[in-house]
């Protein structure tokens, strides 16, 4: 019964349907380290077997009509889709060559040894803001791209030096507003803004923490917040914040996202 509304497919037919999963495989993977990239994962997959369901079901049922405009809204929704998602395509395609073989090749990776003395000057720079109640927002990229908040302040593409941190969030320094970002042992960019949260918190939390769940909430960024009104340090990951109060405690669990950067340990399970 069955065969008489679907079509028995032809070895082309299958050659087609085997292009167009490696075309959708293939942006997946372009997409999976960015932002907008998680519209496409999970539920978000169940959306292109309806596409392709609804152009099949017209077709067997040949409902001419629903089936040219279906077709022609198709054009209409991949320049609606590359629209909506240029920041992402273009961060993408900057970082191609930063993947694979060309980052291999040409970028200079960071050992063991320069991953954890960043740990270690981050970690010694955040007790210092904290014990002279300087307010900081330091946010570290694990697996997704944080280069759509990195254009929303200054790059600065140096070490990371506790010494450097310190002076950016200053009060006096023009760039202490904002969250430095960190991408391996290096400080990317400074005074950028991050996503607040929505949801409603505490009043004793301030902008600087709505600040770092907003991004710990939209990316698996890992996000170091320090109070200037209470001298408190906290960790934002997975829209949840943790405070330490000592610096080695702070140390051990920054340990597990350089450890990651470094290929010592697995990527930690997204929820």
Same mark, same amino acid.
């Given at each position: ?14 050659v087609e349907i085997a ?20 519209? %496409? ?8 077997? #309806? ?9 067997? =049922?040949?409902? /001419? ?11 209409? =929704? ?9 920041t992402e395509l273009r ?22 040894? /320069?991953?954890?003395?960043? $740990?270690?000057?981050? #970690? ?7 014990? +002279? ?12 791209? =944080? ?7 200054? +790059? ?12 950016? %969030?200053? @009060?006096?320094?023009?760039? @202490?507003?904002?969250?430095?970002? !960190? ?17 409603? $918190? ?20 890992? !996000? #170091? ?14 829209? /949840?914040?943790?405070?330490?109060? /000592? ?10 996202? %350089? ?13």
């Amino acid at each position: 019964m069955l065969a008489l509304y679907v079509p028995t497919p032809s070895p082309l037919d299958l050659v087609e349907i085997a292009l167009l999963w490696l075309a959708l495989y293939v942006t997946l993977r372009f997409l999976r380290r960015t932002i907008a990239g998680g519209i %496409f994962r999970g539920p978000g997959l169940l959306v292109w077997p #309806v596409i392709l369901g609804v152009f099949v079901a017209l077709t067997a =049922l040949r409902l /001419e009509v629903l089936g040219v405009l279906a077709r022609g809204a198709l054009p209409v =929704l991949i320049i609606g889709g590359i629209v909506v998602f240029q920041t992402e395509l273009r961060h993408g395609i900057a970082r191609m060559g930063q993947s694979g073989v060309m980052r291999r090749l040409f970028r200079r990776r960071a050992g063991r040894a /320069e991953g954890f003395r960043a $740990l270690d000057e981050i #970690v010694a720079a955040v007790f210092e803001l904290r014990e +002279k109640r300087v307010g900081a927002l330091i946010a570290i990229e694990r697996t997704m791209d =944080l280069s759509t908040y990195v254009d929303t302040g200054v +790059k600065l593409d140096a070490l990371i030096r506790k010494d450097l941190l310190t002076s950016l %969030f200053q @009060h006096a320094a023009v760039l @202490h507003d904002g969250a430095v970002i !960190v991408r391996g042992d290096r400080i990317v960019a400074a005074s950028c803004y991050l996503p607040l949260t929505e949801r409603n $918190l505490d009043t004793a939390y301030g902008t600087r923490h709505r600040a770092a769940i907003g991004l710990s909430e939209q990316s698996d960024a890992v !996000v #170091v917040v320090t109070s200037e009104e209470r001298g408190q340090v906290a960790v934002a990951r997975r829209g /949840e914040l943790t405070t330490f109060a /000592e610096a080695r405690w702070l140390a051990a669990d920054l340990a597990v996202v %350089f450890g990651e950067r470094l290929g010592l340990l697995g990527a930690e399970p997204r929820a």
